[in-house]
């Protein structure tokens, strides 16, 4: 299977940073990989897939880069809504597999 | 209304089946790959399969043994069983619907609903 490990695990950050969550794959994935968004209670919300290619409906202060092995998912300038915990999934093959997480909070 | 809803016992007793159904509310279950996920403290978000609306599945190889999907598409529904359950596969079971023209990109998910393996 194809290892996903994201960090930080956890980060602290306030309104208006810029925010940067990394996710490495233990094999080349090519761009087959998606960012979620999860709150609290709540299902996974799809942002990103095609490592960048941005989820209709998702404001466009997120960003995703990256190709193989490390990837990248960026919020420009956060806001009260995107305190949450983010996702990275693989879909180059099976089984597909999720990283740990990286839960953001509020500094 | 939700776009994907789960339904099924809550309680399943060790060594005994899980049954869980996903009732479709997108339109079309056609032309579409559709996944359960679970996710639990200990394990995170797992894949546990899939199956195209003309019934081909896939399933994780950590689960093959155990796990069985099928889809209804007169009732616009898809089902999952798995035998043999552990206090391992407590988790909340999620349903959801792949991107079109993808397998494994998830856009619309169900609620989620939590089973308990427990006697």
């Known amino acids: 299977d194809i290892q996903m490990t994201q960090s930080p695990s956890t980060l602290s950050a306030s309104l208006g940073d810029r925010v940067t969550i990394t996710c490495r794959a233990s094999q080349d994935i090519r761009s087959w990989l998606a960012w979620y968004q999860q709150k609290p209670g709540k299902a996974p919300k799809l942002l990103i897939y095609k490592a960048s290619s941005l989820e209709s409906g998702v404001p466009s202060r997120f960003s995703g880069s990256g190709s193989g092995t490390e990837f990248t998912l960026t919020i420009s300038s956060l806001q009260p809504d995107d305190f949450a915990t983010y996702y990275c999934?693989?879909?180059?093959?099976?089984?597909?597999?999720f990283g740990q997480g990286a839960r953001l909070d509020i500094k | 209304q939700v776009p994907l809803q789960e339904s099924g016992p809550g309680l399943v007793k060790p060594s005994e089946t899980l049954s869980l159904t996903c009732t479709v509310f997108?339109?079309?279950?056609?032309?579409?790959?559709w996944s359960w996920i679970r996710q639990s403290p200990g394990k995170g978000l797992e894949w546990v399969g899939c199956i195209y609306y003309s019934g081909s599945t896939n399933y994780n190889p950590s689960l093959k043994s155990r796990v069985s999907m099928s889809v209804d598409t007169s009732k616009n529904q898809f089902s999952l069983n798995l035998t043999s359950v552990t206090a391992a596969d407590t988790a909340v079971y999620y349903c959801?619907?792949?991107?079109?023209?993808?397998?494994?990109?998830?856009?619309?998910w169900g609620q989620g609903t939590l089973v308990t393996v427990s006697s």
């Open positions: 997108l339109g079309t279950i056609s032309d579409y790959y």
């Open positions: 959801a619907r792949a991107l079109p023209g993808e397998v494994s990109v998830f856009d619309f």
């Open positions: 999934q693989q879909y180059s093959s099976f089984p597909y597999t």
